[in-house]
């Protein structure tokens, strides 16, 4: 059962990460449940595998383009000061 558990979350995983969620939700049944440490570190292998796997891939792109606005606050903040003084002047 806990194999069957770890495929259809490992499955679930790389169909748009739905499959993330499902993760705690088994692993909580199990603690919840009392399963025996073997299926626990079983579905918990499945789990430390789906997940790793699927955050590898990923990468942080930078932006590039000066132009547009950043998300940082205080970068935002300093811009509208300087041009609320650019246009008192």
Do not use: H
């Not at 169909?15 to 079983?42: D, E, H, K, Q």
């Amino acid at each position: 059962m806990a194999i069957v558990a770890g495929l259809c979350c490992l499955a679930a995983t790389y169909s748009f990460a739905f499959g993330l969620v499902g993760w705690p939700a088994i692993l909580m049944n199990a603690v919840l449940m009392r399963w025996r440490r073997a299926p626990l570190l079983i579905v918990g292998a499945f789990a430390a595998f789906a997940v790793v796997s699927y955050a590898l891939p990923f990468t942080v792109v930078v932006d590039s383009n000066p132009t547009l606005p950043r998300n940082d606050m205080g970068k935002v903040l300093r811009q509208e000061v300087r041009a609320q003084v650019i246009a008192n002047q």
